[in-house]
């Protein structure tokens, strides 16, 4: 236990004269005590109850805490935490300007990951990363919200789709490294270093599935698999899909739950069909975040002056209740 105030616990030299005065009044009540006996107005030799020194014995000691409080004591304590790492991995290749959605895919996945994110305790790191045909990270991993809903802010939908590459980018966010894949020999493989186990992170994957373009997203998904990394894909779109004019030409787009249920069952995750408040809320309950010990120095003067209290009410209780009197 540390101290702001540590001078403030001279005061406690004033408990040793407490508990000196109370003996003294003890001793004149014994006296009194003698002479009204002597005048036969009560009775000799009466023996003294021990419940008698129990209020101001609970005073003596609330005014210790009291003491000890004004010193402005802090302790370390030892208290579990949920924690755990979450990647929002967005789709912003074209096909999400499409309307299935309203008002469109990416508005729809941007709205619901915003409620995501104001949700999430601060024990919970949250990244962003954007792929189209390729990825990048717009956040690292952090507990700062504010950070995240600026970075879901600034996505706009363009280009290609390569969820291989999302995935990707969403591991090395994860791992702190840069996640290599070599696909020359048909297979996707790591390079570099192992990327360890993050058995308490998870991918969000927010796309409509319609993969444009390598490697095969089922092998990163693997890969993650062996990391312990569980990915949650939110299907947006219709099955039924849309046609979307981009560059002056027609383009249908449809929403493939096939390959997006295979990632989620690739990595014992899970895959949901909407994008939105309802449906993120079972994915983060979903997520298997660890539980660990964190020590945490925190000032406890208000618990020390809470118990002084305490012990001040429940002497005075008894006394009245006994004595008819507070002290």
């Known amino acids: 236990m540390t101290f702001a105030w540590p001078g403030m616990l001279l005061s406690l030299g004033a408990i040793p004269l407490l508990v000196l005065g109370y ?28 419940r008698t020194h129990v209020a101001p014995t609970l005073f003596i000691l609330a005014m210790a805490l009291l003491f000890v409080a004004l010193a402005r004591p802090s302790a370390t304590i030892s208290e579990p935490h949920r924690e ?3 990647i929002l991995a967005f789709d912003v290749s074209g096909s999400m300007a499409a309307t299935d959605m309203s008002p469109s895919r990416i508005a729809a996945a941007m709205s619901a990951a915003r409620a995501f994110v104001k949700r999430q305790p601060s024990t919970v790191r949250v990244g962003v990363v954007a792929f189209s045909g390729s990825g990048l990270t717009t956040q690292q ?20 789709t390569a969820l291989a590459r999302g995935l990707q980018t969403s591991l090395s966010a994860i ?72 560059d002056g030409f027609q383009v249908a787009t449809a929403l ?22 309802k449906e993120l ?44 009197r507070a002290i």
């Not at 004149?28 to 006996?37: D, I, N, P, T, Y």
């Not at 507990?143 to 939908?157: H, K, S």
């Not at 002056?305 to 012990?311: D, F, I, M, T, V």
Request: aromatic share 4%; no cysteine; net charge negative.
């Open 23 to 50: 003996r003294r009044l003890l001793r004149v009540r014994a006296a009194r005590r003698s002479e009204l006996a002597a005048l036969g107005l009560v009775a000799a030799g009466a023996p003294s109850r021990r």
């Open 84 to 86: 755990g790492t979450v």
């Open 141 to 160: 991993p952090t507990r700062d919200q504010a950070r995240v809903l600026a970075a879901i802010d600034r996505l706009t939908a363009q280009g290609p």
């Open 256 to 277: 493939d739950e096939p390959l997006l249920r295979k990632i989620a069952s690739t990595t014992d995750g899970r895959y949901y069909t909407a994008a939105d408040e």
């Open 175 to 246: 791992a702190g490294k840069t996640v290599e894949l070599d696909s020359s020999n048909g297979s996707v493989e790591p390079q570099g270093q192992d990327l360890g186990f993050h058995g308490s992170a998870a991918v969000i994957l927010l796309s409509d599935g319609e993969n444009t373009s390598g490697p095969d997203p089922i092998d990163v998904a693997d890969l993650a698999s062996t990391a312990g990394v569980r990915v949650y894909p939110i299907g947006l779109g219709s099955p039924e899909g849309t046609v979307l004019q981009i």
């Open 281 to 324: 809320a079972k994915v983060y309950g979903s997520i298997d975040l660890a539980w660990t010990i964190r020590a945490e120095h925190v000032e406890i003067t208000g618990l020390l002056a809470g118990a002084a209290a305490l012990l001040l009410l429940v002497g005075a209780g008894l006394s009245l209740a006994w004595f008819g």
